[in-house]
């Protein structure tokens, strides 16, 4: 988590220093599915930033591609990787199922 005694580093320090939300980042990545999971150190105003996403998706023909998910803490816990194998499965094995 971000601190005093633990500061941003690199080109993300720059980003956030300079006021940018990665949404840019973000809408580079559509039309592929996107999954950021977040804690609870993560404020709201941090998450608006999906909303480019999605209508970016939009404007390419895609819906349900973007998604969230929130945690207590910061660390990952056994439920919130959860969530992240279940994102995995439902867009990897769709893939996989449409190739054949």
């Known amino acids: 988590i971000p601190s005093e005694e633990n500061p941003r580093t690199g080109a993300y320090r720059q980003l956030v220093e300079a006021g940018?939300?990665?949404?840019?980042?973000?809408?580079?990545?559509?039309?592929?599915?996107?999954?950021?999971?977040?804690?609870?150190?993560?404020?709201?105003?941090?998450?608006?930033?999906?909303?480019?996403?999605?209508?970016?998706?939009?404007?390419?023909?895609?819906?349900?591609?973007?998604?969230?998910?929130?945690?207590?803490?910061?660390?990952?816990?056994?439920e919130s990787n959860e969530q992240v194998y279940q994102f995995f499965d439902h867009f990897l094995k769709r893939r996989a199922d449409e190739s054949k």
Not at 32 to 40: E, K, T
Not at 41 to 66: C, F, K, M, Q, T
């Open 20 to 78: 940018h939300d990665l949404h840019e980042l973000h809408a580079l990545m559509a039309p592929r599915p996107f999954l950021v999971s977040g804690g609870s150190e993560d404020p709201p105003e941090r998450w608006r930033a999906l909303n480019h996403s999605i209508a970016v998706n939009r404007l390419l023909g895609y819906e349900n591609r973007v998604a969230m998910t929130n945690r207590s803490g910061h660390t990952p816990t056994a």
